[in-house]
């Protein structure tokens, strides 16, 4: 049988140079293409076709989720499994829900890196067991939107309700109704509280 051929996209050259390693230590698997950002990712995989592609969640530029989306626009069979450092469950709905055929948080590339290649090229799908049960527990509830997100991460970055109205040119009391859906939808306290919650789930990052 071929090799499975794998493409690797992450900015940290140090991880790219482990992954490499321990890929071409396989008789199973070859290493056909790495890339260092998204915009990178969708060339290569356009030349190369791999048959899994391992992809970090967060890079500089463009980042994993849409080069997923974008790679899987143009090759939907693309097999992509998602890396991330963090164990919020937003970013693991938004891998899924762009089509990503797996998700390994970094801590558990040693144990588990090879055996979800493997799976993935099978056609299967790889989700840590923990951060399955968080997505479950959060498919009901009603996500923050693009605006209520926005506003989120201004809070998050001291910002006052007069100020955050004046730099997205809304009103005071607009600013506070979405801080009030805000609570409600992350069932937080406060202000703190709700930014807290925000940044264990990976919904905003500071």
Known sequence: MSPIR???VDDHPMLREGLAGAIEAQPDMCLVAEAQD??????????HRPDVTLMDVRMRGLDGIAALQAIRAEFPCARVVMLSSFRGDAQLMQAMQAGAAGYLLKESLRKELLETIRLVHGGGRRIPPDLAIQLAERMADEPLTERETTVLRLVADGRSNKR???????AEGTVKAHMKNILGKLAASDRTHAVTIALRRGIIEL
């Open 164 to 170: 955050i109205g004046g730099q997205l040119d809304i």
């Open 38 to 47: 998204g915009l990178e990712a969708i060339e290569a995989f356009r030349r």
């Open 6 to 8: 794998v493409m690797t």
